[in-house]
């Protein structure tokens, strides 16, 4: 069993940036992918960004590529999304994901949330103008 609680979420104005954080317990932290995925009012759950298990190695959904940074802290089970140049569209719910492997071999498994088996409660992040 794992448990991941996110925080950092809040309200901010577009152009800003904000620092989610997402602790996990339970299960060895290192054993696992984490990712991040988010969902808007009417909108299925998207991709955000993902990393393995050691940090070397990061996804990212094109919407985000470029302003956004994932990174883990393997010491503090902790993984972070670093959002900069928010966008009004970026205004959803953020999830936070434990995968089931450390890594995958296809790229495709880190954006499908079929590879994930323990979720977060989601943070909410707000984008105003």
């Known amino acids: 069993q794992v448990q991941l609680v996110e925080s950092g979420g809040g309200l901010v104005q577009a152009g800003g940036s904000l620092r989610l954080s997402c602790v996990a317990s339970?299960?060895?932290?290192?054993?696992?992918?984490m990712g991040w995925f988010r969902q808007a009012p009417g909108k299925e759950r998207e991709f955000v960004a993902a990393?393995?298990?050691?940090?070397?190695?990061?996804y990212y959904g094109d919407s985000v590529k470029g302003r956004f940074t994932i990174s883990r802290d393997n010491a503090r089970n902790t993984v972070y999304l670093q959002m900069n140049s928010l966008k009004i569209e970026d205004t959803a719910v953020y999830y936070c994901?434990?995968?089931?492997?450390?890594?995958?071999?296809?790229?495709?498994?880190?954006?499908?949330?079929?590879?994930?088996?323990?979720w977060g409660q989601g943070t909410q992040v707000t984008v105003s103008s």
């Open positions: 990393i393995v298990w050691n940090g070397v190695m990061t």
């Open positions: 339970g299960r060895t932290f290192s054993s696992s992918a």
């Open positions: 994901a434990a995968g089931n492997s450390r890594w995958y071999r296809d790229s495709a498994s880190y954006r499908d949330s079929a590879s994930y088996d323990y």
